[in-house]
């Protein structure tokens, strides 16, 4: 509808067989939409996240939707891309395995860190935040009751104001992979900068820092050893 032009109407008329109105009719011809490349919204009002700030959901989201939609599809894999409004953003693959769908990598971008498409079969966590207290996640990452899956194998980002130790250590990037139950990276902040091994598997946790540099701040509260 109005997409008749003149010029379209000449190049009708002097079509003689079938094959070169389908040639004129292909590129107006409407797009076949599969199911598989439909995208789909979900409300999020009842999804509740019991993770540390700043990535908390005590209450859900009740004005925020997960959008969902297939960025790219072949035989024997997919590529979906998600969104949930300024909060995240994503990338999941996805590959065929026994006649269904099994999880094949991921990228996951909170505070506007962009996803890419997954290259590895893990999932890997980045993230813009505003303020973190690590004496919060410590539990998550090792030895707790709480513990992440297992294929959550890497983290990175930035961090605007780090809270450890009872100290405020101001801006942080790092970079984080989890091999046997250990994680080891890098942390580069004005504070502190160098490589970091965490494990907490063991009965006792176990935190080793080689630093290039570090600045103490003051404690926050000065009635703790730390």
């Avoid at 002097?14 to 409300?43: F, N, Q």
């Avoid at 009751?145 to 942080?172: A, C, D, Q």
């Avoid at 006792?204 to 000065?222: F, G, I, N, W």
Wanted: charged content about 25%.
């Amino acid at each position: 509808e109005g997409k008749l032009t003149e010029d379209l109407a000449k190049a009708i008329m002097k079509a003689v067989t079938k094959a070169e109105l389908e040639d004129i009719y292909l590129p107006y011809k409407p797009k076949r939409r599969t199911k598989a490349m439909i995208a789909r919204e979900a409300g999020l009002q009842g999804l509740k996240v019991a993770l540390p700030a700043p990535l908390d959901l005590p209450e859900g989201l009740a004005q925020e939707k997960l959008v969902l939609r297939t960025e790219s599809a072949r035989r024997d894999g997919m590529v979906l891309a998600l969104n949930v409004g300024d909060r995240m953003n994503g990338k999941v693959a996805l590959s065929r395995r026994d006649g269904g769908w099994a999880f094949a990598g991921g990228q996951i971008g909170f505070g506007g860190a962009p996803a890419t498409a997954p290259q590895n079969r893990d999932l890997r966590i980045l993230a813009n935040l505003d303020t973190v207290d690590a004496d919060q996640w410590w539990p998550l990452l090792g030895g707790g009751t709480v513990k992440l899956p297992e294929w959550m194998l890497h983290v990175s980002g930035g961090i605007n104001t780090l809270n450890m130790f009872n100290r405020r250590f101001g801006y942080l990037f790092f970079d984080f992979s989890r091999t046997r139950g250990e994680w080891q990276g890098t942390v580069n902040g004005v504070a502190m900068g160098g490589s970091v091994k965490y494990s907490g598997a063991a009965a006792v946790a176990r935190l080793e820092m080689d630093l290039t540099h570090l600045v103490l701040p003051d404690k926050q509260h000065k009635g703790s050893d730390i």
